[in-house]
């Protein structure tokens, strides 16, 4: 007999919102943690992240105020109380969320699972067992085989970390990296962006990586690409050495970090024993959730490699996996208008296709690339950056792909990503009515 219609495993953005739409249905639900309810985002990721992003923005707004005509004098920034403000946004979430799953009358178990059959897992040993067992166990960071690697913090480390490095090496200059090195430059650190490709943000733009790497410099990080690290020593004196290939001089820092990205945290969950072959990296599957080879299990949000680390995108897979667990729907989940960020300072945004997509796509597109920094909405703000590409499909005037930096962006891209989602053209977006003067009110120019 069976204790549950489904267990999910992870109790993160995927696995709550899957639970919720079994819920709803009537199901009896059993969600496993194994490290804290509410997952990533909330906790290590995005909110506390923004929390420190945001003090960056104010930094950086300070600094340009003798643009406006105003003097200032040097501000001081007391990082300890900084981070205990972050606290104050994770602290109490697990049990907020714990609270609402109780009322909600979903059962919670915290501990971790292993599979031990084809419909069960043990959680601290005590045995589950469930018609349909969803795994949304998220991601953990990417380990890397360097001797000394264990000196590397994670970016859940720096997060916490109460005390400003007064130098740091990022290994890995991915959005992470890029992130948080930008926090850290104008908190006041010597920041090294340590990157093994020849190009960073491979999945991005390459003149929209090109305009990061030259704002990243010009705020004093340094961006090294085509590097191999080699190892992380400490030296006698308490500092840490990044050691490279070749004749390249060690990096020597006070800290160094991991931000070589996340994998699925498949690890440990024993899926050999659900009839379920693992190679380290992806798992079979029918369709987008269902395992190819147990038809009672499915995965969602970051536990499935190569989709869009992004919180949105977890819960909206969590409820398309819900749904198809629950009701049968196989509804396919489509990425193209769904916006992205990365919020350094200025910030980043995309939404639908590069140019190499579009290609791969057999797409022809006209790329609109635009450097906004001498329009008048961006020397209203005094931007250092504002730089924008917007691909346009030649055949239909549709647009499928927009990269911006700067000028709103994280805000701008949101009605490029409807235009996207909605078939829009050039045209379209050029014929609204915006409110004046605002950054929307330039995307008429920007298709």
Sequence with gaps: MKTHDLIVLGAGNAGLAAASVAREAGWSVLVVESLDVGGTCPLRGCVPKKVLVAAAEALD????ASAHCITVSEPKLDWAALVQRERTFVDGVPTQIAESLTRRGIELVEGRARFVSEDAVEVGGRRFTADKILVATGSSPRKLAIPGFEHALTSADLLSREVLPRSIAFIGAGV??????????????????LEMAERPLARHDPDQVEELVRISEAIGVEVRTGV???AVTREAHGALAVHLAGDAAPVSVEVVANTAGRAPALSGLGLE????????????????FQSAENARVFFAGDALPGRPQLSPVATAEGRLA?????????AEPDYDSVPSAIYTVPALASVGLTEAAAAERGLEVDAKVSDMRSWRSARTYAEEAAWAKVLIERSTGRVVGAHLVGHGATETVHALASAIEHGWTASDVRSRTYAYPTFHADLKYLV
């Design 273 to 288: 024993a659900a009839g379920i072959d693992w190679d380290g990296v992806r798992v079979a599957l029918t369709g987008s």
């Design 61 to 64: 707004v300070i600094r340009r």
């Design 176 to 193: 992470i990296g890029f992130e948080l090195a930008h926090v850290l430059a104008r908190a006041g650190s010597r920041v090294t962006l």
């Design 228 to 230: 191999r690290v080699e």
């Design 322 to 330: 819900g749904r198809h667990i629950v009701h049968g729907v196989t």
